[in-house]
């Protein structure tokens, strides 16, 4: 997953630059992950499962094999929801295309 690490303090405008850069397909979800103060943007498939998801987030995030973490998107309220199985996360990407969001943004 091709991902560009921006400072927390971005606009719009690089989220879109970000996922051109990143050379999105039709079947891939733009995901905006915020880790200690820094916001990473990345494409994943739009079938990946929650087992996947978590393997790219310890990558990005760096975080080491041994240490627990959490997934939380945003929903259209600006409400954090956790993601801890693959039917919360066909929930997250399902609000994600009905909403025509520009971006899924998790936090980590």
């Avoid at 560009?4 to 051109?20: E, P, V």
């Avoid at 079938?47 to 998801?53: A, G, M, S, V």
């Avoid at 760096?62 to 801890?84: A, G, L, M, Y």
Wanted: contains cysteine.
């Amino acid at each position: 997953m091709p991902s560009q690490i921006l400072n927390d303090g971005s606009g719009s405008g690089s989220l879109n630059n970000a996922a051109s850069l990143l050379g999105a397909s039709p079947n891939a979800i733009t995901v905006k992950t915020a880790y200690n103060g820094q916001v990473i943007i990345t494409t994943i498939d739009k079938n990946i499962t929650y087992e996947d998801l978590c393997y790219e987030i310890r990558n990005i995030c760096r975080f080491p094999i041994d240490q627990p973490f959490t997934i939380k998107w945003v929903d259209e309220e600006n409400d954090p929801c956790t993601i801890s199985t693959d039917m919360e996360l066909n929930e997250a990407i399902r609000l994600y295309e009905m909403n025509y969001d520009s971006q899924l943004v998790i936090h980590a």
